[in-house]
């Protein structure tokens, strides 16, 4: 929508589609999976601890908690026995809320609601949108050394985009989405959506596919790590 006094042109969201439920668990699964993968770590470092007893092996699990103190006082008891390194190494990721791991605590916490129903996952709103012909132009000639033609203008607009500076959540039916002078208007104009977690309490509006790609990360390099220092075989 044009307006002829501010010379702006104001995109609307048309609609705003509720997210199929098999997207929500195939999201559980991967958190599932997720927090499985940690657990078996937790599990096989326990395993090949000298004077391991069954009983230790019963009760091992990965410690995460909601905060440092119940990390020290409760959870941490779960890898109790098992080799100091190990144990030092699973202290230094500090597994909980306000720790440089407390992503852990959000992963946890999405597994144990996902036990009980369905995450609640909603589209976020357009976290990205095209930027504008001289953006584009600026950017091909001061930092990527390209010629101005190299794409046609609707290439552009899907190849070099920015982050919206009107971010909503959840989306609704007639947000908002961008406005822009209309002397810098793309009419090839692309938005681009993501699926976003709907806690209430955890990961509210974050996206969920970069939100699990970071969780999948840390852990892949967590079992490296423990791999590389033989504290699991």
Same mark, same amino acid.
């Given at each position: 929508?044009?307006?002829?006094?501010?010379?702006?042109?104001?995109?609307?969201?048309?609609?705003?589609?509720?997210?199929?439920?098999?997207?929500?668990?195939?999201?559980?699964?991967?958190?599932?999976?997720?927090?499985?993968?940690?657990?078996?770590? *937790?599990?096989?470092?326990?395993?090949? %601890?000298?004077?391991?007893?069954?009983?230790?092996?019963?009760?091992?699990?990965?410690?995460?908690?909601?905060? *440092?103190?119940?990390?020290?006082?409760? %959870?941490?008891?779960?890898?109790?026995?098992?080799?100091?390194?190990?144990?030092?190494?699973?202290?230094?990721?500090?597994?909980?809320?306000?720790?440089?791991?407390?992503?852990?605590?959000?992963?946890?916490?999405?597994?144990?609601?996902?036990?009980?129903?369905?995450?609640?996952?909603?589209?976020?709103?357009?976290?990205?949108?095209?930027?504008?012909?001289?953006?584009?132009?600026?950017?091909?000639?001061?930092?990527?050394?390209?010629?101005?033609?190299?794409?046609?203008?609707?290439?552009?607009?899907?190849?070099?985009?920015?982050?919206?500076?009107?971010?909503?959540?959840?989306?609704? %039916?007639?947000?908002?989405?961008?406005?822009?002078?209309?002397?810098?208007?793309?009419?090839?104009?692309?938005?681009?959506?993501?699926?976003?977690?709907?806690?209430?309490?955890?990961?509210?509006?974050?996206?969920?596919?970069?939100?699990?790609?970071?969780?999948?990360?840390?852990?892949?390099?967590?079992?490296?790590?423990?791999?590389?220092?033989?504290?699991?075989?």
């Amino acid at each position: 929508m044009d307006d002829v006094n501010t010379k702006e042109r104001t995109y609307y969201l048309a609609e705003a589609r509720e997210i199929d439920v098999e997207i929500s668990s195939i999201i559980g699964d991967a958190v599932h999976n997720l927090r499985c993968a940690l657990d078996h770590l *937790a599990y096989r470092a326990m395993s090949i %601890t000298p004077g391991v007893t069954s009983k230790q092996l019963g009760k091992v699990n990965f410690p995460i908690a909601e905060n *440092a103190q119940k990390y020290n006082t409760e %959870t941490r008891t779960r890898i109790e026995g098992m080799r100091q390194d190990a144990i030092d190494a699973i202290d230094g990721i500090q597994p909980y809320g306000g720790g440089t791991g407390e992503i852990f605590w959000h992963l946890h916490s999405l597994d144990i609601i996902d036990k009980h129903r369905l995450l609640i996952v909603v589209g976020s709103t357009n976290r990205l949108h095209s930027m504008t012909p001289r953006q584009v132009a600026a950017l091909k000639r001061n930092f990527l050394g390209m010629d101005l033609d190299a794409y046609t203008p609707a290439q552009d607009a899907i190849l070099f985009q920015t982050e919206s500076a009107n971010i909503q959540f959840p989306l609704k %039916t007639g947000d908002k989405l961008a406005v822009i002078p209309e002397s810098e208007v793309n009419k090839h104009m692309q938005f681009t959506f993501e699926i976003a977690f709907g806690e209430p309490q955890v990961l509210r509006g974050n996206p969920v596919i970069q939100t699990l790609h970071q969780m999948a990360h840390r852990i892949f390099h967590i079992i490296s790590d423990f791999t590389y220092r033989g504290m699991i075989g």
